[in-house]
Structures are given as structure tokens and as C-alpha cells.
């Protein structure tokens, strides 16, 4: 099957830093990646779709400046997430579409810390 | 709205048999996913429906029923490693996945 890789899998930071999180396609091209956060004992909660070489559409509630999205090419997506503060410690799940559009495949996940 | 409900948790015995039920509320449908997410990593894809009926997968099967905006997941000879949280999701007319809040599985030997 399909592969995506993230990258870290975990991160801690100071509160008032920036981290950036990036999500590979390994074995297929992802037209569309997605960004979901989840916090524990809650389900996965999409923060934003974005489209290679355009501006990623954001969920109601997302602040697209605080989480910036970059889909650059068809195998890499990074999710900055700037002046990240303790709220923002979650799961970070990246996945990537196919070309069916019942596909969906989910990177490892990145667990942020923000002391 | 859009809602997806599923139970909370749930607790089964090693080696029988539990369904875990899903009924949803969508605008618009475009097909059902079964996902499978141990603690602390990433979902992994069990199943895709979009017609009514039963698709058996090994010892996982899924159900759905459009109709009744309705489905389980069915899992036989449960197994320790079964342990895990299972997410419900449906697609909507916009191809969007609107996830459940996972029903945790636990297994007693």
C-alpha cells in the first residue's frame, strides 16, 4: 500500500517558538494532503486541505496564520506551527489523497509538545 | 448538522465476537470508513463501504444499510492486539470526512 511518512515523530518546544512538521508521500503523488489534529481521547479533527501548488483551505476555527501550509510538490507538505503555546501540544496526523477519492493515507503522526 | 455517533468503549473477551455500531447524519454520502488507531500512532484503514451489505475481511467484516444511515464493524476471534480505538467516517457530497469520536476496544483474556 500507499506510504507517508512524517517528520518528527515527536517534538517538544518552548512556548513562543515555531515547528514545522513535514509530511512525505513516499510511493505515490498526493494531489491533496490533509492536516488533522487530535487530542487525547478525542477523535481526528481536520484542520485544513490543501492542493499542491495552491493555498490550503482551512477548517472553521483554524487560524491559517498561526498553522501555515505548504504543499510544494506532489510528495511534500509541511505544517509550521508558529508562536506554538501549551494548547497547541497534540497528535498531528498528515495524510495524503490518491486518485480515488476514497483514499486516504495516513502518515505516523507527530506528537508536539509546547512547554 | 453532520453527526457521527459510535459508542464509547466497549469490552469484549479473547476469542469472541463484538460489533461496534456507527450511525450517521451527512449532507449528501459518498461511502463509510472503518479505521483502526492503537494509542499514540496514526489510523490505519480497515474498510470502505458505500453499498448496502456485508464485506467480510478475514476476521473483520463491515455492514452498511444507506438506508438507515447505519453501519457496524464485526470482529471475530478477537485477539489481544485487537486493543485499539475504532473510528467511524463517513464522506459527504463534498468528498469530506467527517470522522466519529472512536470506540475504544477493550480486550479481557
Known amino acids: 500500500g500507499a506510504v507517508v511518512s512524517q517528520h518528527p515523530s515527536w517534538v517538544i518546544c518552548k512556548s513562543g517558538t515555531s515547528v514545522k512538521i513535514e509530511c512525505r508521500s513516499l510511493d505515490f503523488q498526493a494531489t491533496t494532503m490533509f492536516w488533522y489534529r487530535q487530542f487525547p481521547k478525542q477523535s481526528l479533527m481536520l484542520m485544513a486541505t490543501?492542493?499542491?501548488?495552491?493555498?490550503?483551505?482551512?477548517e472553521q476555527g483554524v487560524e491559517k496564520d498561526k498553522f501555515l501550509i505548504n504543499h510544494a510538490s506532489l510528495t511534500l507538505s509541511t505544517l509550521t506551527v508558529t508562536s506554538a503555546h501549551p494548547e497547541d501540544s497534540s497528535f498531528y496526523i498528515c495524510s495524503g489523497g490518491g486518485e480515488a477519492y476514497n483514499e486516504q493515507f495516513f502518515g505516523p503522526g507527530t506528537r508536539l509538545t509546547v512547554l | 448538522g453532520q453527526n457521527i455517533d459510535q459508542p464509547t468503549e466497549m469490552t469484549a473477551t479473547e476469542g469472541a465476537i463484538v460489533q461496534i455500531n456507527c450511525t450517521y447524519q451527512t449532507s449528501g454520502f459518498n461511502g463509510l470508513f472503518w479505521y483502526q488507531q492503537h494509542a499514540g500512532e496514526a489510523p490505519t484503514f480497515l474498510s470502505y463501504?458505500?453499498l448496502d451489505g456485508l464485506e467480510e475481511k478475514g476476521r473483520f467484516s463491515s455492514f452498511l444499510s444507506r438506508s438507515k444511515g447505519y453501519s457496524y464493524l464485526l470482529l471475530k476471534e478477537l485477539q489481544m492486539k485487537d486493543s485499539a480505538s475504532y473510528l467511524c467516517?463517513?464522506?459527504?457530497?463534498?468528498?469530506?470526512?467527517?470522522w466519529g469520536a472512536g470506540t475504544k476496544l477493550i480486550i479481557k483474556p
Open positions: 463501504n458505500v
Open positions: 490543501s492542493n499542491e501548488g495552491s493555498k490550503a483551505t482551512y
Open positions: 467516517a463517513a464522506l459527504d457530497s463534498n468528498y469530506q470526512l467527517i
